[in-house]
């Protein structure tokens, strides 16, 4: 059984075949024509799909759980105002590599605040289709629509892209590693946590970090996880939340 495979909504135009295609050389996985066949028949063959719509990417796994990139959750931060990632931050504008990139919630925000976001992201499959959103997607809100576009996105190891950078080369690193406590929030994340990059070398990732931010390191993680401790981030408590984020200072 192939892992995964390329192809099409099934009225697809001649546009999105040849999308679908290129998308599949690039990726260096195979390109299936959807024909008329269901999902749910296509997953009897393969265990995956990443499909090309006219405005979209979407994964689907074996189970039918899909992944694509919408940012409802960082419009709904945005809108709110209050949002303690960017009262962490601080209102001078500053420089930011986020490591964990994921659906880029959490770039979208910061870079909608004014900061200027490089956001890295190992998996292949997450980096696609949430790189070609902040591309293309279209809120219809210009200074979202801008924030998106604004994000530098680079797909690769954040370790190795942490060794391969200068030393207090920016402001501020943040950290969203989904560490011992995989929460579901949406639907949307269901297809996200079989792909996610977890906890591992860790120790390396804070050395790193340590070298090239020139402020602070930004950790999230769920509520109960000791990570604030074992290194050292001082823990922002927030009541009822299920995430805190902490803050390590660079000296």
């Known amino acids: ?8 909504h099934v009225k697809a135009s001649s546009d999105s075949v ?41 994964y689907v796994d074996k189970n039918g759980d899909k992944l694509f990139f919408h940012p409802n959750t960082a419009m709904i931060r945005i809108k709110q105002g209050k949002e303690p990632l960017l009262e962490l931050i601080g209102q001078e504008k500053q420089s930011i590599l986020d490591l964990t990139m994921g659906l880029a919630s959490d770039s ?9 976001v490089i956001a890295i992201e190992q998996n292949t499959i997450i980096y696609t ?23 530098q996105t680079y797909q690769g190891n954040h370790l190795d892209f942490l060794k ?5 080369s920016v402001d501020v690193i943040y950290i969203d590693p989904m560490f011992s406590h995989v929460i579901t929030e949406s ?12 906890k591992r070398d860790f120790d390396q990732v804070m050395y790193e970090a340590k070298r090239v931010a020139r402020k ?20 922002g408590v927030r009541k ?7 803050s390590y200072r660079i000296e």
């Open 108 to 116: 979208i925000v910061m870079s909608h605040a004014g900061h200027h």
């Open 240 to 246: 009822s939340a299920k995430f805190h984020f902490g």
């Open 187 to 198: 639907k949307n994340l269901d297809a996200l946590k079989t792909l996610a990059y977890y």
């Open 18 to 58: 040849r999308q679908a295609i290129c998308l599949a050389q690039q990726l260096n996985i195979p390109y299936c024509s959807r024909e008329k066949r269901t999902i749910k028949q296509l997953m009897v063959l393969y265990a995956s799909a990443l499909i090309v719509y006219t405005d979209k990417l979407v």
């Open 164 to 168: 391969q950078s200068a030393s207090h």
């Open 129 to 151: 289709i949430v790189s070609h959103g902040l591309k293309q997607y279209c809120t219809h809100i210009s200074e979202i629509d801008a924030a998106m576009r604004r994000i």
């Open 1 to 8: 059984m192939q892992s995964c495979i390329v192809t099409t």
């Open 216 to 235: 602070q390191i930004i950790l999230k993680a769920h509520y109960l996880d000791t990570v604030f401790e074992e290194y050292g981030f001082i823990r």
